[in-house]
């Protein structure tokens, strides 16, 4: 007796129940063909590209993994744009070396890999001569890197602010080094830039 309601329930929504059932195991179904067809996909591309580093070398490495990258799952086109950046630098291809780390660095814009992929980036910039790009790149470091890497990036701007004759820029950059240096032996020489920027601001 006291089954009696819920028979009825399920005897008027029979359809219903059997329609979502029928729903869930096509779901489950297909998350399962997606996952296996994701982890299909995923092989494959480790493989092409461990055939592309295996058989390449210089700027035919460089052309193929290119071609490779759109198709690339996601979570390894950071990888393979390191490739590039890695392979450009052995030929001294600065400028495609830098847009490699930039593209790794937008990817992963807080993360430890990214920054030090703009940090590069900037390197490369400055040794193209392009000082005020490589300035800018080093101001959007600042904002939201850890304190351990604070000491590079405003010795980056110095350099890079300096070199692009923004000698203010690079007198407050030198100053924050030398504050944060303390007695430290190797404060000498921030100190004597400081000196030297100001200087050359003053005449």
Known sequence: VEATPLLSFVLRNSRIIVTCIVLLVLVIAGVGGWQWHQTRVEREAHLELGRILVSTQGPERIAALETFLPAAPSAMKSGVQLEIA????????????????????????????????????????QRQGKYAEALAVFDSLEKSAPESLRPAILEGQAMSAELAGKLDRALAAYESIATSLGDAANNGYFQAKIAELKARMAS
């Open 86 to 125: 890695t392979t450009a630098l052995g030929l001294e291809q600065y400028g495609k070396a830098a847009d490699a780390y930039a593209a790794v660095a937008a990817a992963d814009p807080k993360g430890s890999i990214g920054m030090m992929a703009a940090i590069n980036q900037a390197d490369l910039l």
